[in-house]
C-alpha cells in the first residue's frame, strides 16, 4: 500500500490580516499538514514571515507544521523553528555549504528533516545524504513567490527521485503550481504530498477551502490510478 497523499496548504496564499481564522479554516476544510514559507528577501527575491507568526499560530492546528525555509543560512535558526512548532523542517540544498550538517542539526532537535531544491538543481544533490531525510521537496516554481505555473520539466526530476528513494521511508513534495490540473501528473510522477497555496485560497471562504482540498486531493487520487 502506497502512503496516503498528503495535502498541505501553503498559507503564503491565506489573508495574512486574518491569519488565525485562516489557520482553522484550512484544518477544519481538510488539510493534512500546514505549509509555512519563510523567506528572507536574500536566498528569494521576497520576504515573508517567520519565527513570531509560527509561535503566534502554532496552537491552532493540531496539524503537522510543514516549515519551507527558503532563508541563508538557515542552521542559525533551526532550533529556533524548532522549538516555535515545526514538525518538518526542510531547508534548500543551494542555500548552504553544510547540508549534511543542516540535517544532522534538524534530526537533532527531534523534527523530520527536508531538503529543497530548485528547479535548476539536480536530484543528484541528495544522493549522499538520503539517510538523513524524512522529506523531499522538488519546487515546481522558482521560490518566492505564490500563484506561478508548474514547470513541467520538473516531473522527469519527481521521477528520478522518486527511483532515488527506493524503499527509504521519505516523503517525496511537490510545491509550486500545483493545482487540479497539474495534481494528476506529479502524484503519477511519484509525488505523495502536495503544497498548494493559490489552488486552495481560492475563493477566500471555508466552503471554498474545502471543496478545492477536496478537488486537489481527488485529482490527485486520480494520479495515482494512471
Ligand atoms: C513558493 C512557495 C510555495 C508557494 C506555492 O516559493 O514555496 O509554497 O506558496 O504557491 P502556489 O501553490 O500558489 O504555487
Ligand atoms: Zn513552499
Known amino acids: 500500500m502506497p502512503e496516503p ?21 484550512i ?41 519551507h525555509l527558503m532563508i541563508a543560512p538557515a542552521d ?12 518538518v523542517i526542510t531547508v534548500h540544498a543551494e542555500a548552504g555549504p553544510h547540508l549534511d550538517r543542516s540535517l544532522q542539526a534538524i534530526r537533532a532537535f527531534g523534527k523530520r528533516a527536508g531538503v529543497a531544491i530548485c528547479p535548476a538543481t539536480s536530484e543528484q544533490a541528495l544522493a549522499h545524504v538520503l ?35 527506493g524503499d527509504r521511508p521519505i516523503r517525496l513534495e511537490v510545491d509550486g503550481g ?13 509525488a505523495d504530498t502536495i503544497v498548494a497555496g493559490s489552488s486552495v485560497f481560492r475563493g477566500a471562504t471555508p466552503e ?3 471543496d478545492n482540498i477536496a478537488a486537489i486531493k481527488a485529482a490527485a487520487e486520480a494520479g495515482r490510478r494512471r
Not at 517567520?50 to 496539524?63: E, H, M, N, Q, T
Not at 535558526?77 to 524548532?82: Q, S, V
Open 178 to 190: 500545483v493545482n487540479v490540473e497539474t495534481a494528476a501528473a506529479v502524484v503519477a510522477a511519484g
Open 27 to 67: 484544518d477544519a476544510a481538510g488539510a493534512d499538514w500546514i505549509h509555512c514559507d519563510v523567506m528572507d528577501g536574500h536566498f528569494v527575491p521576497n520576504i515573508s514571515f517567520g519565527l513570531d507568526v509560527i509561535k503566534a499560530i502554532r496552537p491552532l492546528s493540531a496539524k503537522a507544521f510543514d516549515v
Open 5 to 25: 497523499i498528503i495535502i498541505a496548504p501553503s498559507i503564503l496564499s491565506a489573508d495574512f490580516a486574518r491569519l488565525g481564522d485562516e489557520i482553522e479554516a
Open 76 to 87: 542559525p535558526y533551526l532550533e529556533a523553528f524548532a522549538k516555535a512548532g515545526a514538525d
Open 131 to 165: 539517510d538523513r531525510l524524512d522529506l523531499i521537496l522538488v519546487m515546481s516554481v522558482n521560490p518566492g513567490f505564490g500563484g506561478q505555473s508548474f514547470i513541467r520539466s520538473q516531473l522527469e526530476k519527481i521521477r528520478r527521485v522518486r527511483a532515488m528513494i
Open 208 to 210: 471554498a477551502y474545502r
